[in-house]
Each structure stands twice: as structure tokens, then as C-alpha cells.
């Protein structure tokens, strides 16, 4: 279009210099006209491109708003109260795929789940041998059946600033009913620099169980690996404290953990375990905190890395320190490594089918102090598992795990060589109900090595709205 005016403008200059020539005009005034046409033409070229880059620079600033105003509609929605549905049109129900139960107002929502697990057992030994080989506080104790976790979970935002989740669990084991808060904390969502921190009654971050799985509905196996309750006790390494992470800014997951907790009571088996309690035959004693050297602390390096479409490998380090019971200066520290892969195809019908595979590995330092009887000594363990789960086929999953623990006390059911072996097959109705069928074979050198058997059969159902578990 520039163009055309251009040529238009030196046509019509021509004609008049030729016009001009004729009737005997003066060129040098139509020279002088063609100047000022040109410095005119500069100048509206001048403000079309200051007009553009006023457009461009509004249109910079409406981009910029409306990214704001849609972070701002996102947080308001998460806070304002559903919109009311015209009373004439009912209300959709939960699908069998989504259900769920919230309540809550402007302030904010409150997810609420039931979970129950419950277990029919059977074994060759008797029931005061079987709890000595099923030490976790979750698993199957005697013949019979048995409540192992009623797990009441309530889960949301407390603001734009904090999450809360709480667990409140019930136990039924051979008659008697035990309620307790398993975990009750808040975590930041909005810390910079890619921190976070949590604090509260919650368990530790120590090791693929302890970060990414503690609650027994998540495991793949209907008990606890046995190197974790040697290490951790009944209950899990979890008491009161404070933790820190940092997500590293890398091209692949990484994040660190630190943490600081009591280490009192039966939530700290290897530490400052109960008083009266005994420990590789000592006695154990009441300690109280005097100074910052008396809390548990807590250390987890984890990464995670994309192979390629299908496959995903995480590894982690971890360690825990802290006093123990058996003297004032004694002290206890448990190092952990962790591997797990999983392989799941990008055509995959929910899920399967899937191959995942999880080793774990625990040693632990006992600094026993003198009592009657007992020289000072450092009681070394150590023990590992590894499991592989197998969808082969949209519901089924058929797992084995092999457990192996050392502590050089052939006569402590809780510190001799043990070996167990664990193959089960779970079907799943949906994501919120499955039944398991397990069989345990164990070899315990305070049994003198002779095969103890055992089976389970698992259920599970859960209602309501539970948060998704990490990776």
C-alpha cells in the first residue's frame, strides 16, 4: 500500500513538472514540494511505528492481567463456597469412581476418608511365637482375624498458606480396642526459594516406606518388612517436631529433607523407647530432654529420574541420630538406602499393566551403655527387602518379597538372623476396595531355623476423599 502512495506521489510530480515545463512554472518550487512530501511521508512513518509499539506494549499489559487475574480466580475458587444449584435441578451424586465426602465453607474445605483394613490369619506357631515373628504394629498377630488400621483422615487447606492433614486410627487385636491421633501437621504451600516446611506429630521421612508409603493400606503386602520393625518398632519412626525440605532446581527430582523430633517412647523403638521397655537385655530408663542433643534428627537426600516414556527410577539416602535409653551418653544412629523402579507402557488400560521393584536397605549403630551384667558395647544390625509387584492384568497384581535381617543374638526374636519369603496375589474390585491373599514362610534362628507358615487374607474398603500418596 506504501508503495502505491509513493508511486502516485512521483507520478503526479512528473505530470507536474512536464505541466510545469509547458506553462513555464518554475521546477525548483516543484522540487521543493517533493521534499516536503518526503519529510511528510518520514513523519507518519514515525508515528505508525511509535503507534505500534504502543499496541504492542497494551497488549504486553492485558497478557499480564489476565495471567494475574486467573491465579487470583484459581485461589478464589479454592476458598468461595460451591455455587448453589437452582432448586428445581438435583444436585449430582459421586460417581463409583469419585467418591467423596467434603465439608467446609468460605474458609476453606476439609477432605474427609474412611479407610479400613482387616485380615483373617492363620499360622503353625502359636500366637505368642507368631506376634514375635509379625513385630509391625499393623500386621496380622494370631489366628483369627483381626481389625489391623481404621484409618480416619482429614485432609485439606487451611488457607492460602497452609495445608493440615490429620489420622486418627483404630486398632482391634485379640479383643482389645486401641484409638490414638497416628499423625496430626501443617505444610507450608507458598515458602520461596523452593522450601517448605512441616510440623506436627507426623512420621519421619526416613527411607521409601517412611517418605512415600507409611500408612499399611499403601503397602503392596498385607505386613511390614521385617527390617523395619527391627529398626522403627511397632508404630514407625514418627513423633512431634519440625521439618525442612528444599526441591533442588535440577532438570530431574531432587529434594532434601531435615527434621527434628522428640525421640521419646514406643514412636522411637530404637531410641528413647518407653521406660521399664528392654533392649538386647537392658533395661531401659527414663531420660528428658535437657538440651538440643536429646531430639531426634532426621536426614533424606531423594531423587527421581525419567528414563525414557516407560520406565522411572527414584533413589534415596537416609540417616536418623539420636540418645537411647540404656544410659545418659547413649546414642543411637540408623543409616537407609532405597531403590525403586517402576515400568509402566504409554498404552496402558488405568494403570496396566506395571512392574515395580523396591530395595531397601537399613543398618543400625546401638550405643549400649554399662548396666549389671552388660559391658558397654555397639550392637551393629542390619537387614534389607526387595519386592516386585506385577499387574499382569487389569485387576490383578501378584507381588514377592524376600526379607533378610542380622543382629548376632541367635536367643533376641528381635536381633537374629531371620529370613522370610512372601508371595501374595491381590485383586482389586476398584481403586477403593481390594481383597489379598498372602502366604509368609519364615526361618528365625531364635525358632532354631525351623519353617514357620502363615497366611493371610486381606480386605480392604475405603470411603470418601483421600489424598493421592507420593510417587
Not at 529398626?231 to 529433607?257: C, H
Not at 521399664?276 to 530432654?289: E, K, S
Request: net charge negative; charged share 20%.
Amino acid at each position: 500500500m506504501r508503495s502505491y502512495r509513493i508511486l502516485i506521489c512521483l507520478t503526479l510530480a512528473l505530470a507536474a513538472s512536464l505541466n510545469a515545463t509547458e506553462t513555464g512554472f518554475d521546477p525548483q518550487q516543484i522540487l521543493k514540494q517533493l521534499q516536503e512530501l518526503r519529510q511528510n511521508q518520514q513523519q507518519l512513518q514515525q508515528t505508525i511505528a511509535q503507534q505500534q509499539k504502543t499496541i504492542e506494549t497494551l497488549q504486553k499489559q492485558v497478557g499480564e492481567a489476565a495471567e494475574k487475574q486467573k491465579v487470583a480466580d484459581k485461589a478464589a475458587a479454592a476458598f468461595a463456597p460451591p455455587p448453589t444449584a437452582p432448586s428445581n435441578v438435583p444436585m449430582p451424586q459421586p460417581s463409583a469412581s469419585q467418591p467423596s465426602f467434603r465439608i467446609g465453607g468460605v474458609g476453606g474445605y476439609m477432605d474427609i476418608s474412611l479407610d479400613v483394613l482387616a485380615a483373617a490369619a492363620w499360622s503353625s506357631e502359636a500366637d505368642a511365637s507368631m506376634r514375635n515373628l509379625q513385630f509391625g504394629g499393623h500386621d496380622p498377630h494370631a489366628r483369627g482375624l483381626t481389625l489391623q488400621n481404621a484409618e480416619l483422615a482429614f485432609q485439606g487447606a487451611v488457607d492460602p498458606y497452609f495445608r493440615g492433614d490429620a489420622f486418627i486410627i483404630t486398632q482391634i487385636d485379640r479383643g482389645e480396642t486401641n484409638v490414638e491421633l497416628e499423625e496430626a501437621f501443617l505444610t507450608t504451600t507458598q515458602l520461596p526459594w523452593n522450601l517448605q516446611v512441616k510440623a506436627g506429630q507426623f512420621f519421619s521421612e526416613f527411607g521409601r516406606i517412611g517418605t512415600s508409603m507409611p500408612h499399611p493400606h499403601t503397602w503392596d503386602f498385607s505386613d511390614q518388612p521385617v527390617v523395619w520393625g527391627r529398626m522403627f518398632g511397632a508404630d514407625g519412626l514418627r513423633n512431634p517436631g519440625a521439618r525442612v525440605s528444599w526441591l533442588a532446581p535440577t532438570p530431574f527430582y531432587l529434594e532434601l529433607f531435615g527434621a527434628a523430633q522428640n525421640a521419646n517412647g514406643g514412636t522411637a523403638y530404637s531410641f528413647l523407647n518407653s521406660q521399664g521397655q528392654t533392649f538386647a537385655g537392658r533395661t531401659l530408663t527414663g531420660r528428658t530432654v535437657h538440651n538440643i542433643g536429646d531430639l531426634l534428627y532426621t536426614l533424606r537426600a531423594s531423587s527421581s529420574f525419567d528414563l525414557d516414556d516407560e520406565n522411572t527410577l527414584s533413589a534415596g539416602a537416609s540417616s536418623a541420630f539420636g540418645p537411647n535409653s540404656t544410659g545418659d551418653h547413649a546414642s543411637t544412629v540408623i543409616y537407609g538406602t532405597d531403590v525403586y523402579w517402576k515400568w509402566k507402557p504409554v498404552a496402558n488400560d488405568h494403570g496396566w499393566p506395571f512392574v515395580k521393584w523396591t530395595t531397601e536397605a537399613l543398618r543400625r549403630d546401638y550405643e549400649a551403655a554399662e548396666q549389671t551384667g552388660f559391658s558397654a558395647a555397639t550392637l551393629n544390625d542390619w537387614g534389607l527387602y526387595t519386592e516386585v509387584a506385577w499387574g499382569f492384568q487389569r485387576p490383578w497384581v501378584t507381588s514377592f518379597r524376600v526379607d533378610y535381617a542380622e543382629g548376632n543374638d541367635p536367643a533376641d526374636s528381635q536381633r537374629d538372623r531371620r529370613v522370610r519369603f512372601s508371595p501374595n496375589v491381590t485383586y482389586y474390585f476398584s481403586e477403593f476396595s481390594k481383597l489379598r491373599l498372602q502366604y509368609d514362610v519364615d526361618m528365625a534362628q531364635h525358632l532354631n531355623d525351623k519353617l514357620a507358615h502363615a497366611v493371610f487374607l486381606q480386605f480392604e474398603f475405603m470411603l470418601g476423599a483421600h489424598g493421592a500418596h507420593k510417587f
